[in-house]
Every structure is written in C-alpha cells, then in structure tokens.
C-alpha cells in the first residue's frame, strides 16, 4: 500500500508540468523581489546613518540635506493636529514651532533606534533594522511590538531623504485661548 502511494504522486498528471514551471517562476520572482529589498535596506541605511550621524554631530548642512522639509513639515504638523483634536483643540499650528521640531537637536539616537545604542549604529546594523513598504518608500523599524516605523525615507531623485517621523507619547500643552 506504502509503494502504491509513493508510485501516485511519482507520476505528474497532465499539465503538472506546467505547475512546476509556474511555482518554480512565482518562486523566482520572489527571490528577485528579495534582493531589490536588500538593496533598498542597503542604500536607505547608508542615508539613515548619515541623517543621524549629521544629527548627532549638529551638522546643519548635512542633516538638511536629508531631508523633504515640506514633506517632514506637513507630517508633523499633521500628527500635531491630530493629537491636539483628541485633547480637544482645534487651533492651527505655528509654522515656526513646527521648523524648530525639525533641527539636529531633536534627533536622538536612543530615540530613533530604541535600542539604547551608544553612537550612531552602522550601516549594516541599519539595514537590519529598515522596512521597505509597499508604496515603495522605507522607515527604520522600532523594535516594538508591534514593529513601528520611527524615520521614513523616499527616494528622491539620487538619494533617499527623510519625509516623515513617528511622534511617540505626544501631549500637547499650548497657552489657554484668551
């Protein structure tokens, strides 16, 4: 009875063939698919660490030119707005506390990796630690759980720049409406 059955799924049915060549493709595509991401966490990580090196190093030139500035600013201030409804406010942000939350002084390493790093990690433990996500852009990974992304990073022209942070335990306290 053993023989019989080892003897059944030996013999490919009529167009088995074809399931072979299509799993082996998909399978293929997959593999492909995986080492564009590689090169993606490769390159995004190389961008990350000098974003946070320039931070670390309150290297203004550096860090700006890592960043979407409109991007980043519309991003904040959306999460600004958001967190300020839930407390009950509706008042518009200033555009110039917005700018100040943009500055190498409000980038901390520890706070970026989660991880309590001492020094900016390497590339290598970067990439470790980058997700590219569907849309094509990709964030450096908080070990959470659930994983959060803290920096996201689109690819813009030649270089990948930062257009978007997670704000974390945000309570806004703004003077009373007069």
Known sequence: MRSEAVGATAQAPPGGRTLIRRTTI???????SACGDAEVRTSVAKEARSFLVAAQSEDRKTFYGHLDRKALRADIRAQLEAQARKQGDTRPFDEAAINRMIEPESFSIQGVTG?????????????LMIKVLPDGRACLVEPAI??????TFERQAD????????AS????????VR
Do not use: S
């Not at 659930?146 to 920096?151: F, H």
């Not at 335990?169 to 009373?176: G, K, T």
């Open 159 to 166: 270089r990948w720049k930062l257009v978007a942070v997670a």
């Open 169 to 176: 335990n945000m309570e806004i306290q703004r003077a009373p």
């Open 146 to 151: 659930p994983p959060k992304c803290v920096l």
């Open 26 to 32: 998909a399978v293929l595509a997959v593999g492909l």
């Open 115 to 127: 991880l309590g790093m001492r020094g900016v990690p390497k590339a290598e433990q970067i990439a």
